[in-house]
C-alpha cells in the first residue's frame, strides 16, 4: 500500500513537467517516516498498544471498523507510517481562473492482504505575485478573492521565485500524503 500512495503522490506532483505551457517549475518534498512496534491486540476493542521505535514512549489507539484485516495483527507485528508533504510552483496557464481545486484519494488494503491504507490530498490555486525580496525570501501575493498574504518562500524555491515580478501567475499545490502499513513481526531466529 504504501508504494502506491507515495508513487501517486509523486505522480500528481510530476502531473505536467512535460506539458507545453509548464516549462517553468519547481518543487519541494520532504517524507518522514515513523515507525512502532505492536506490544498487544486487544480484538473485543480493536485496541493495539504501540511503543514508537524512536523514543520508546508507549500509546494506545483504536483501529476502527474501516480498518480491514485486523485479525491478522498480532503483537510484535510493526507499524510504519510514511508522510509526505509537497510543494510545487509553476507559471500559471493564462486560462486557469485561478480558484482554489483540492483532490482527495484514499485506499485501503483488500481483503486478505497486510493491513494498510493511505490518503492523499492535494490542493492547487492561483496566486498573483505582488512583490519577492530575494534577500529575505519574504513574498506577497494576491488570492483569487483579492486578499493579499505574505509568506517565505522555501529555500529551494527561492530560484523559482526570484525569476517573478509583479503580476505574473503563479499555480501553487500544495500536496499531503499519509502511507500506514503493517508489517509482520520477525521471525524467531
Known sequence: MKPAVIGL?????????GLPGRTQMSEQASTVTTSAVIE???????????????DGSVFTVTAGPEVRNFDQIAAGDRVEVNFLEATTLELADPADTGERLTVVGAGRAPEGSRPGAGVIASTSLVVEVVSYD???GGAVYRLPDGSERRSTVPPNLRTFA???RPGDRVLVTLTDAVAVEVTPAPAAG
Do not use: I, K, M, Q
Not at 503522490?9 to 513537467?17: E, F, I, T
Not at 485496541?47 to 524512536?54: P, Y
Open 134 to 136: 530575494a534577500d529575505t
Open 162 to 164: 526570484s525569476a517573478r
Open 9 to 17: 503522490a509523486a505522480a500528481l506532483l510530476l502531473a505536467g513537467c
Open 40 to 54: 498487544a491486540v486487544d480484538p473485543a476493542t480493536r485496541a493495539l498498544r504501540l511503543r514508537d521505535e524512536a
